[in-house]
């Protein structure tokens, strides 16, 4: 069934490449009519829900991705009705977002004494290590009455749920029910779902699809990470909105010099400019290109997206020393659900820098916090926006060619394979969650991670609440270095204040004047040290709060 909508906007344009999709060219009309397009598609492991095509033609001139809207609405008051074009049915690919690798955890901050909750979309799963230091994942619940796996512990190298005591193993199969008579036979039903996992470069994936269809060779490979040489900084982030909106902010390099204004040392709102782009391949698996300023004549950056979520950036820097030095970041965005995201992210730079081996990585981790958080209020509230709208992104985003290019080609990436995946928002095509995020998640979900025995997996504690937008439970429960530099911090705040009472003290009692002295010295900077101590604890726990520079 066809129904004549609105047509806010049109279709995306070409941006001048070569080899752009026939289908692509045919949109580039100046016809503004648009239809949408409701069509039930086959359901992929009967999960997938229908999904809604919104279908236009498009002109590619002038500088943003769609025309004037009034004239359009104004078109659209005229009694037209025509047919939907079949150039309008949009090209899709074959596509199961569960015969995919995702990026779960970092090998190195993965607890070896308890088991750890996560999720992929609405899968939720649970991750340890055996007590063979094999890794291990289960479906995240209890074959018995449905309890967290998680909130369980390891006995033995076996995962025991906490609740009645059933003991796993490894293969998922149930060896220990302590309820049963003696003598009797654990139920074969009594089993957990396992899945396919592997450490790759540090980094553990999931299978989430057949075992029997998980190829490690279809992991990504990233050659700097192979050098011990090089510089590795890689740090763990969940966040407050959905995979595909911090996908979306990670190809935008236009947002840093405003939103990012001297974090980072080359980030200067001054500096804010048109840029241009180039993208040189489009498949299925995602696209890759280039972009940089429009005012230099080379081209900065090297850009690929690869399904399902992974994003890297290169750039070739001149050091001071005359030798070139290759500079990579990975981010690696995984859909954690509705509403959460958790993003791995790594870099690396060819060659030893002094510069970061003189600070603390506990430190440096912080900037990330800090960038993170400069952008989290403008992608939470987006998230939910477009939620709210329930329509294509290109219906309601005003792209600009010479800045938002990435972030369209992504949004047309999924307008491609979205119909395999459990929710998506692309360009002109959507399908939202079967079930809001509000009965997905809450209240049980909500009740169950605030209940939790451990902070890491959501508990409420004394010192910090369950919070994504808080910068503790975002980043430093899951970061080993950030967790020990607190606990650092705390004991030297307990020794300061000791130090600085007995200083007191001494003060007092002391007759002699210089021993006075020396106490009041003494105990002075046992109080810097409290201050400096409870500074960089607040680093670790409270969001950066954003100074507005003001212009005269």
């Known amino acids: 069934m066809d129904i004549i909508c609105s047509p806010f906007q049109t279709a995306p344009n070409s941006f001048g490449v070569t080899g752009v999709n026939k289908l692509y060219r045919r949109f580039c009309s100046f016809d503004q009519r648009t239809h949408l397009s409701v069509q039930r598609v086959g359901r992929g492991h009967g999960h997938l829900p229908s999904y809604v095509q919104f279908s236009s033609t498009d002109t590619t001139a002038g500088l943003f991705e769609h025309e004037d809207i009034e004239a359009i609405k104004e078109e659209q008051r005229a009694p037209n009705i025509s047919q939907v074009n079949p150039a309008d049915v949009l090209e899709k690919v074959e596509y199961n977002w569960e015969q995919e690798w995702y990026p779960l955890y970092l090998a190195n901050e993965l607890p070896r004494d308890a088991p750890l909750g996560l999720s992929i979309f609405h899968k939720q799963v649970v991750l340890y290590y055996d007590g063979a230091g094999d890794l291990r994942c289960f479906e995240d619940r ?14 033995d190298g076996r995962l025991e749920c906490l609740y009645h005591g059933w003991q796993f193993e490894g293969d998922g199969q149930c060896v220990r029910i302590p309820q049963l008579p003696a003598g009797a036979k654990i139920p074969a039903t009594a089993c957990a779902r396992t899945y396919t996992v592997h450490n790759s470069q540090g980094v553990i994936w999931i299978w989430m699809g057949d075992r029997k269809k998980a190829d490690i060779r279809n992991i990504p490979h990233f050659d700097q990470f192979d050098d011990p040489t090089n510089m590795d900084i890689s740090t763990i982030h969940v966040l407050p909105y959905d995979h595909s909106i911090l996908l979306e902010n990670l190809m935008d390099p236009a947002h840093i010099p405003i939103s990012h204004d001297r974090t980072d040392p080359s980030a200067r709102r001054e500096n804010a400019q048109a840029l241009k782009f180039e993208i040189l391949e489009r498949t299925s698996r995602g696209f890759c290109g ?37 500079f990579m970041a990975i981010f690696m965005c995984t859909p954690a659900g509705q509403g959460k995201s958790m993003l791995i992210a790594r870099f690396a730079q060819t060659g030893k820098q002094r510069l970061f081996s ?27 926006a477009l939620l709210r709208e329930g329509v294509p992104t290109g219906r309601l985003y005003l792209n600009l060619k010479s800045s938002d290019v990435l972030v369209l080609e992504y ?6 394979v979205g119909h395999g995946m459990p929710y998506y928002i692309g360009h002109r095509s959507l399908s939202l969650p079967a079930k809001e995020a509000l009965l997905e998640a809450s209240p049980a979900g909500f009740l169950a991670s605030t209940a939790s025995s451990q902070p890491v997996k959501g508990a409420l504690g004394g010192l910090f609440a369950a919070d994504l937008t808080n910068r503790y439970f975002r980043h430093v429960v ?43 010295v003494v105990g002075s900077v046992a109080l810097a ?5 409870q500074q960089a604890i607040n680093m670790l726990t409270t969001n950066e709060m954003r100074t507005h520079r003001k212009t005269v």
């Open 529 to 533: 040290v409290l201050y400096l101590c």
């Open 411 to 416: 949004r047309k990436w999924l307008d491609k």
């Open 478 to 520: 899951h970061c080993s270095k950030c967790r020990a530099a607190f606990q650092k911090l705390k004991s030297m705040q307990k020794l300061s204040i000791i130090l600085a009472l007995v200083s007191v003290i001494s003060a007092l009692i002391v007759l002699r004047r210089p021993w006075r002295l020396v106490s009041v």
């Open 290 to 326: 280039r972009y940089g300023e429009s005012s230099k004549d080379d081209w900065t950056f090297k850009f690929r997206f690869q399904a399902p979520c992974i994003i890297q950036n290169e750039r070739e820097i001149q050091r001071k020393d005359g030798y070139p030095a290759k």
């Open 142 to 155: 209890c074959p018995h009455r449905l309890a967290k796996l998680s909130e369980g512990q390891l006995m």
């Open 358 to 384: 003189a600070i603390p990585e506990w430190l440096i981790h912080q900037v990330s916090n800090k960038v993170f958080e400069q952008d989290m209020g403008f992608l939470a509230s987006q998230n939910e």
